[in-house]
């Protein structure tokens, strides 16, 4: 997980990219993951944005972060 630059429109707002193997063909892909931080800490943050670079509608690996 590397989380990125915050955004200038939003200090709670944050992005982060994985690695990660299709489960479909096994190829390698990049999530990226726009989060929102939760106001309190036993809250997950809530996903704002999901992009795969192999095939962003992809809904299996989209379910990995709600």
Do not use: G
């Not at 429109?9 to 999530?31: L, R, V």
């Not at 990226?32 to 690996?61: E, N």
Request: charged content about 25%; overall charge negative.
């Amino acid at each position: 997980m590397e989380p990125t630059q915050i955004t200038e429109e939003d200090e709670n707002q944050y992005t982060c990219t994985y690695e990660y193997k299709c489960p479909t063909d096994s190829s390698k892909s990049i999530h990226t993951v726009v989060y929102k931080k939760a106001t309190c800490t036993r809250i997950d943050d809530i996903v704002l944005h999901f992009h795969c670079s192999r095939d962003s509608k992809c809904v299996k690996c989209q379910q990995n972060y709600l």
